[in-house]
């Protein structure tokens, strides 16, 4: 049966919304392969899962409309369902119907430096599970390599532990987001407390953006505790709730750390008023005591620039010499007494 | 009986609080027509619903308030609610009576640039709809389009299903609203950045107002998650509750963005406030880097302005030359400094 | 029976906590008179409510305590109750006790110009309502005036409605205060932006302690929603609860209200800051500006003012001329530098 | 055997850790003695309460902790607690144990200028309370009062209600404290608006660290709410329960009471950075006002210093006359011209 | 037994990594020795506990994965806390498990100045304690000796008071922490006050920073609530409960202290801020009297430098000392003018 695994390599490929991606699996066995979305009568016959099986169906968002139809009637899913997966701001959310529990999360990461929104839809229905995603993602090929391998914990376990694998590949993503955010704030706050640009602001308002979008989208998930503790959905098998519980851990961290890198964020922009501030006034402060310190000595020369006939110290020999004496001496009183005050 | 619809085409222009346009349909029939808002007795009939039909009334609020008595007791609403309805500043509200639900709900859209917020109320019984709306609300046009079709759900639904598409159109508009105010921000934004005028504060606060407003008329609808929830309410059948559970997600998207908008204006505040004062130190900076460049020039010029008998420099044929130089060369130094300093 | 009503209107006048204003009512017949507050026998007496009759007991809050006591004893009302009803610093709130209800509401006006907060006990029991104001309250003239139709519900209905009633007329005057409040800060909000006073800030501050009294007094009322909930509470008539909860969408409303009023105004100050600050920073641009003008200027004629023996341009003819043109040119070079750095 | 009252009084001055003051109660009769704390089997005995009687038992905290232990093991309340009686740095809390109820209530009150919080132990048995606080609480000699008399409801009611007399007593405290607080804070506001003071900024924060102290005292006891709720707490006799809703009242009261404080301390910080930034402000502009009247004509006087040969104007008669004459008409337009922009 | 404890304390040097310490004890007898940890025999022995005792197992998280894998296996815990363990960047949390309860907590201390988080695991089972510390946790070493008492009460108690031991020895280490950090505000306050430095700001980002640590690592340890009320969570005893509540009090204290503490931050942030403006203000006051003194006497001496043939005061004997008298008398009229404006 591992045979058919190099098929499904090539699906993987091509499947740019034409083809679908299955994957059947228990413990002893394994079969993936790949449908034409064009033939409703093959999407239909994919809810018919042969028994002890469970089937992974992996749809690619992008396809056209009427194949998520067709999957949606084979499989009783509610069209409500249908007809929003394919409306990207939807928000992230996780809603248990009586047969399937419903899943939309976002995939974040960045792309050439920018930050990337991608909308998954999963639904966990009693044996399948069915992925919509926008692009091929990448994300999932470590989870179909180790479905290739037969000891692995996977194949043993329903489709809620496949379901858990597939939201903990989301999630995980979500660290990597927050750990390049931290470095960005960190790097940023080394340059703001090295060199006073008005840039720095914009780089903040930037990066604040980034953590609004990111805590946007994380925050919904936390939802995944309320399902953890209805005991009656009968989808998730107790063995399996550990693993939510651990998600629900890393959700709630991810959005902890969203938190404190806001709150360092904010304090970051302060610092930066306050950065710029003093150094703007110290710059005047150097620049009013040059002129405090010459506005005395030009009033000195000034008075005997006078032409008063009668101005005995004119006609002094050293009244000149005195006179340079005299502004050397205020100057360095001056200075001295700025000094004192610590003023520069 | 699809001939009908010529003549609710002809109400819906007449109605202007005189006429009430009903519409009765079940997936086989459908019929529209317009009752005479003067005519007690058959306001009083329309309560009397033919079996397995669903009946829609729609009220312009601007009609006489005996006409809504009438309506009320024919209806047996509380006259609470028949007293309210034309109380145009009550909140948003969802309420359960143990015959009918009571939703009112604020329509928000921009009309001539400006934010209009109007009071809609909806009446949902066993197997009527009554909505009464402050203007004739063209938000509803695209449902009585739909109750036209006959293939449509919505004429197999019960009357739950017809008060969702109601309030869906409501939401869908907060939805418009929130896009215009995410632009206007993103437009004060550019501008705050590039131009420094007082104004934009000015718009600034103009924009908060309106985001306080819609915020205040989308929050309280979040109670639609309590009705979903009490298995009790008959009124909704579960196969209309993924309906309402997607509403209040849109609502709880609203509000969301509505949170988020605001955070992004405060820190617009800032923005600005911090381009202001930076744009003024800069001017500052730059005209006290002229006056310190000139004032100690000025004191050498004064020094030789004096009128000492007994000064040599002056009898120096080069003195005038040499003291240009000097001048310029402490110009020079003192540039030098300051472009050292990166004082401009 | 209806003609005792004109005894209770003089009764109304006299009654300054010497004499207790008492109406009893049915939908038959209605009598009202007034008990003189230093009869502790007849005071008794008003424990023993005639069958199928409502009634209602006014008191003065200013009437000695031992008339509350008395009172206090004959409706078997808990001493802890009479203890605080002259006890003005007391929270409003709603208890629920085991055969009656206690509300303690604060009635809030402006009187001459002065917001006045004003105690109300109000005691609900299963045949009686019993009222403590701190001044003859003519809030409530109005529902003395319904009391005397026949045919308003009141009659009808039991105590919980007059309950109800009562306590609708002292919110409905929350809105009248809110009201002000926000014509108020609209005032100021236009003041702040044509005219820069330090006084703004005062006034901002005096509104604002405005708005935290209102709000401390409203929010405690909204328990009332607790009361609605609790299907035991055997004093509250299913008929009744629909208007609990107006009255409780009211005080939300209210609180809602203030909630945005603080944020406007706190806004508001921001403006304020920004506003003074601009303008300040504006004069000094200026001021610094026309010194900058003078000081290259100031530092030419110095230099011409020299006495160098050896001057070339002094002995020119056109020097004078020269320099001026000089000036001025040098002078048109910095305005238009400033004007087109947009500096003013 | 209220003879024994005297005894009480002289026990009362010398309890200082060396003796246990004792009181048994109940409607008829009243002793209270006091046993010496070194004496162990004393103390063990102190747990048999004769029946029908009511004891309260009043330790100092600066005791030996043997003594507590001793106390503890009698009275058979869990280790736990004896440890944690002597550590002051406990935050207050109620805990309900099995057979007894513990209270850590914080007294605050000012001494000598300066804020002090006292820690006060309250366990309530079934027939027994037993306080121990640091110093000899005079706040209990007025319920010590109350307990001689006879007729007082304390001598009928049950420990609950000697309990509830002691927290209320403490709880009294918290408001002369807070009426304190928002007197200094009135006194600042005055200040503030009058005089510009570093020192204000000073003052506000030892308010405000007064008052985090203060609410971290009292927020825990909110608690109490918790124990009212709970009918299963048989401690609490019905008759009592409203006496503890008013003591949450209060304690809600007093929590308000220091948020409103804070909001407006907070307000205060603004008020004097935006004073002291003004009048700041208004002082540089002044003297700016007056530098840039003077530059001008500096540069007038400058122009006529120069020693150009040809200077026509130095001939003239009335040269000198007529520039005095434009320097004076200049100075005149400029100070107009700074009044009619409002500039001073 | 007791001569064993020497070989544990041995143990306790070497085993970084390589040896399981293992203490089995009860009221009357206590062993404790050590198990190489490549030994995987040993390990899976290591759960089969003798009848009557408690054993505490305690290993050093920097042992191999097998190790833990191994002992993971022996006593049956979920294969995702093994994975868990070494992953550091958990949260803390407290989970319950049907036959054990898991607790993630943080060691936090200063270690030559800087802050340390260490990752600590502990799992509670029906007869055993078994701690993963990331550093030979001395922490522990205390208990340790507690456990060779053989009158302490941990001997009696079951494994859950070991449990709370634990915890309460970590939680302890959080006080000593915030401790410090209160010293460092208290400090940085002080410096504030009397210095202007832009390294305040530094110092307290620094400062705010570890605040948000250990908050981060505290806070949710608060779930601790969650289990003592839970009655159903059979591994703790009903004597051991008054215990995890003392530790939930000290949890919430803790936070509440950091709360508190990053007020007092914050506040700190505007003092420094305000002194910061208010002292270079001040600077540029005094600065700006000093020109504003010397620019009218500037202009007075620039007068009588003027050439004018026609200028009487030249001729006059005592004109240059009328104007030095009058230059003084100026500068008087000035300084008195500022003055008594309180200028400076």
């Known amino acids: 049966m591992d045979s058919e695994n190099i098929q499904a390599g090539h699906a993987a490929e091509k499947n740019t919304g034409k083809r679908i991606e299955v994957v059947d699996y228990n413990a002893e066995k394994k079969r993936s392969y790949s449908v034409r979305s064009a033939d409703p009568e093959r999407i239909a016959a994919l809810a018919d899962i042969p028994e002890n099986l469970v089937r992974w169906v992996n749809i690619d968002g992008k396809c056209e409309s009427a ?22 701001t939807q928000r992230a959310k996780i809603e248990e119907y009586q047969k399937y529990l419903h899943i939309v999360a976002k995939m974040i990461y960045y792309a050439r430096g920018r930050l990337v929104v991608e909308h998954v839809n999963l639904i966990l229905g009693p044996r399948y599970v069915i992925t919509v995603g926008e692009t091929e993602g990448d994300v ?62 914009h780089a903040i ?46 959700i709630v961290q991810a959005i902890d750390s969203t938190e404190t890198s806001r709150e360092l964020l904010s304090g970051l922009t302060d610092l930066h008023m306050s950065n710029t501030s003093y150094k ?21 020369v000034g008075v005997y620039g006078m032409n008063f006939r009668y101005m005995p110290e004119l006609e002094w020999k050293w009244g000149y010499g005195i006179t340079w004496i005299v502004m050397i001496v205020i100057s360095c009183c001056m200075v001295c007494f700025f000094k004192k005050k610590k003023w520069f």
Chains 1, 2, 3, 4, 5 share one sequence.
């Open 67 to 88: 194949v998520l139809q067709n999957l949606g009637k084979a499989f009783r899913i509610h069209p409500l369902i249908i007809r929003n997966i394919s409306n990207h």
């Open 280 to 300: 703007l006034n110290e710059i005047m402060k150097v620049l009013t005591i040059i002129s405090t310190l010459f506005i005395p000595l030009t009033f000195i």
């Open 205 to 250: 308002r930037g990066i604040k953006k980034e953590l609004l979008l990111v805590n946007k989208n994380i925050r919904p998930l936390r939802d995944v505790a309320a399902i953890i503790e209805k005991p009656a959905a009968s989808l998730i098998q107790p063995s399996t709730q550990p693993y939510l519980r651990d998600i629900y851990n890393h």
């Open 140 to 201: 999932f090929d470590e989870i179909r390599l180790r479905l290739q391998n037969k000891d692995s914990y996977v194949r043993a376990a329903g489709p809620d532990y496949l379901a858990y694998l597939l939201l903990d590949a989301i999630v995980e993503g979500y660290f990597d987001v927050l750990d390049v955010l931290d470095q960005k704030i960190d790097e940023l706050e080394e340059q703001v407390m090295s060199v006073t640009s008005q840039d720095h602001l």
